[in-house]
């Protein structure tokens, strides 16, 4: 009884604490908060909140590490927490680790998406397509620009043991036919090609416009598809759905 007594007093010290961290955190003091939020956490380590508020102070202070540390900690407690697999994600971009900072911020998107009902236009669902958009291009970009070097090396081996072939070819015959340098041409020309059609997929290509919502003109996140067949992004047509609702409802109440 009595440890079930200070369980509870120490649970409702530690929400004290984190009403005096979100308090600290409006001002911008951010020292403060940390501090309020590490004395909530020890007092209560099992509520995720602490940590991810914690790891947002340290986000505003632009110390990734501690918000590594914090979210992932966050997530041992709630896989499910939105902002703990977010703020993980841009700490882990941070670090330049591309791809397990698009797996975080991927897994943010599934959270949310168990509660995408409730409000499917919320400020975490730009804000995470937004980050994961520029996570992916990076990890494209990078991996791309890793290809290029590898395919320019091997085009330059390749390069090299024709024209050392050439040279051994010279110097056995000890004459230059003309055919011979028109071969050594071809050989060269169609390594190019070959080369050329390699390094087609690491470029940037135009958007087909099926992939794209005709209300935002974007490619589309979240699409659904209308009882006529068209399909929008879903937010847009829920914010069209929305507004049209309400032109009606003045049309009525003016007429």
């Not at 397990?100 to 599934?110: H, R």
């Not at 040279?167 to 028109?182: G, I, N, V």
Request: aromatic share 10%; with cysteine.
């Amino acid at each position: 009884m009595v440890t079930g007594a200070a369980s509870a007093m120490a649970a409702k010290q530690a929400e004290r604490l984190k009403e005096d961290g979100n308090s600290c955190f409006k001002k911008e003091r951010f020292g403060a908060a940390i501090d309020a939020y590490t004395e909530a956490i020890t007092l209560s380590p099992k509520v995720p909140v602490y940590w991810t508020n914690r790891g947002l102070c340290h986000m505003k202070r632009k110390d990734w590490t501690r918000v590594e540390e914090d979210c992932r900690k966050a997530v041992q407690l709630d896989h499910n927490s939105v902002k703990a697999h977010y703020m993980l994600g841009l700490a882990l971009l941070q670090r330049k680790d591309y791809a397990d900072g698009v797996k975080a911020l991927q897994k943010g998107n599934w959270a949310l998406d168990l509660g995408r009902g409730a409000n499917p236009t919320g400020y975490m669902v730009e804000e995470i397509w937004e980050e994961l958009a520029k996570a992916k291009y990076m990890e494209w970009e990078l991996a791309s620009a890793r290809r290029s070097w590898e395919l320019n090396s091997l085009k330059e081996t390749c390069e090299a043991a024709l024209n050392h072939q050439r040279a051994l070819d010279m110097s056995r015959t000890k004459e230059s036919s003309e055919e011979a340098y028109s071969s050594h041409t071809e050989r060269l020309k169609a390594l190019n090609q070959v080369f050329e059609k390699a390094a087609e997929d690491d470029k940037p290509t135009e958007v087909p416009d099926y992939l794209c919502c005709n209300i935002t003109l974007e490619i589309f996140r979240d699409p659904v598809i209308s009882p006529s067949g068209v399909t929008y992004e879903r937010a847009a047509i829920l914010e069209h759905i929305n507004k049209v609702s309400i032109d009606h409802s003045l049309y009525i109440f003016f007429f």
